[in-house]
């Protein structure tokens, strides 16, 4: 039978998939359990930079607002943390619910500003997806190995500080992949010196924002209502971060696209979840 891990992992064009074996076979159930056993209010972080193309990506805000929806239609709260570098896409996709800027700072200050941020807005838990976390040198990299420090505020300090939380990415560089770092280390297409930051649950897809759709497939199922967003309501998220600036994060050019997927290979995805969602809740 076809689970929401095998949707989320098709077209793996990074190799990620290579690390599932090293996961609970049910990874996208198991984080959505562990929302679910924490009620109240979650803080969902996001926003890739993408240097070369001067702008973010894409990738991250449709799944971080996926996840957002899907928690607000079960009564979370809800709020997003960026930075001053994805703010304003993040914000085109965030509707009603703020958007909170951490920034950009040293170790110092962004343990602080953590320490700050959780103690303003207690969430119950805190979600990532595609963000860029820290690597073992300290820095931020991308997939290419450049390092993208400067464009990035330590948002890692909130996973550090909060017990319960979940990771989403799709590269071995993002927060929650330190969960797996000694063995993304050794995969071929994989960073060799991956994330640290850890995260209590860890979820990988081929593109992050289809992991944030498993997760909404997975509360769905949990829940016995599906709260995937449309089609529709998909492609005008990614088009609303597109005329934001957002770019296509592996090719950098400006575009509707998303990890170098057109729209119409991108539905795929989440058109599989609504089926395979309506099938278990029949």
């Not at 690390?19 to 076979?25: A, G, I, N, T, V």
Request: with cysteine; net charge negative.
């Amino acid at each position: 039978m076809t689970t929401i891990e095998d949707i989320i992992l098709q077209k793996d064009g990074r190799n990620i998939s290579a690390l599932r074996p090293y996961l609970p076979s049910n990874y996208a159930e198991e984080a959505a359990d562990l929302i679910l056993d924490h009620p109240g209010k979650a803080l969902i972080v996001t926003g890739f930079y993408i240097v070369y193309a001067e702008a973010p990506e894409t990738d991250g805000p449709p799944g971080a607002v996926a996840i957002g929806e899907a928690l607000a239609r079960i009564g979370y709260e809800v709020a997003y943390v960026t930075d001053k570098y994805s703010s304003d896409v993040m914000k085109s996709v965030a509707g009603d619910s703020p958007v909170i800027e951490f920034p950009v700072a040293d170790h110092m200050e962004s343990a602080e500003a953590a320490r700050k941020i959780l103690e303003t807005e207690k969430p119950s838990l805190v979600i990532a997806i595609e963000r860029a976390g820290l690597v073992g040198d300290g820095t931020f990299r991308n997939m290419h190995g450049t390092d993208i420090s400067e464009y990035n505020a330590k948002i890692d300090h909130l996973f550090e500080q909060h017990p319960y939380s979940v990771g989403i990415g799709d590269g071995g560089n993002e927060i929650g992949m330190g969960n797996l770092r000694d063995e993304a280390a050794g995969i071929d297409r994989l960073p060799d010196d991956p994330c640290v930051t850890q995260t209590t649950k860890l979820m990988i897809a081929s593109v992050s924002n289809w992991g944030g759709y498993g997760l909404a497939a997975a509360l769905s199922i949990k829940k016995g209502a599906n709260l995937l967003p449309s089609l529709e309501t998909e492609n005008a998220w990614v088009q609303a971060t597109y005329e934001a600036g957002a770019v296509d994060g592996p090719t950098g050019e400006h575009r509707a696209y998303v990890d170098g997927f057109r729209l119409d290979e991108y539905n795929a995805c989440l058109t599989d979840l609504h089926e395979h969602v309506n099938v278990a809740l029949s």
